[in-house]
């Protein structure tokens, strides 16, 4: 099941199977029925875009292995208000930065895993989402973010 909800970015989806997030995206979906984990996601998601709400506390499952899967990993550890480079990732995981770009962007869960904290050495790096760095740098100064390249 997907359902969304009205942000400052426009809508913000988040897909469900079983007890587990399993996608997020931009576009319209229908509201979810209270009680469920999809209006457990929306409410922590709006919590997020108004500034109440520091972090997501919710069962992810996204489906892949190896290194995207580390990579993924990586990015939860990412503190709000904080950046990484692909670079230094690059290091931690032992892969190419190239690899952790490709990575990052193929992220099944933006926002709630946060590849949008991820940056090149000199620019800010890309980002899939409609409005693309410009939507990054939204969600990095909504954050906090301190030293961004703009």
Same mark, same amino acid.
């Given at each position: 099941m997907r359902a969304? =909800?009205?942000s400052p970015l426009g809508p913000v989806w988040v897909e469900a199977e079983g007890d587990a997030i399993v996608a997020s995206g931009w576009?319209?979906?229908e509201p979810a029925a209270e009680g469920t984990l999809l209006a457990e996601a929306l409410d922590q998601l709006a919590a997020?875009?108004?500034?109440?709400?520091?972090?997501?506390d919710l069962p992810l499952a996204h489906g892949r292995s190896g290194l995207q899967a580390d990579v993924l990993a990586a990015l939860l550890t990412i503190p709000r208000g904080e950046t990484r480079t692909y670079g230094?990732?690059?290091k931690a995981l032992g892969?190419?930065?190239?690899?952790?770009?490709?990575a990052c962007g193929a992220n099944p869960l933006p926002i709630l895993i946060p590849c949008h904290r991820v940056l090149g050495a000199s620019t800010l790096g890309g980002f899939s989402?409609?409005?693309g760095v410009e939507t990054? =740098?939204?969600l990095l100064r909504h954050e906090g973010a301190a030293g961004l390249l703009i």
């Open positions: 969304a =909800v009205d576009g319209k979906a997020y875009f108004d500034g109440s709400r520091q972090g997501f230094e990732l690059s892969a190419p930065a190239q690899a952790i770009g490709q989402a409609p409005g990054k =740098v939204w």
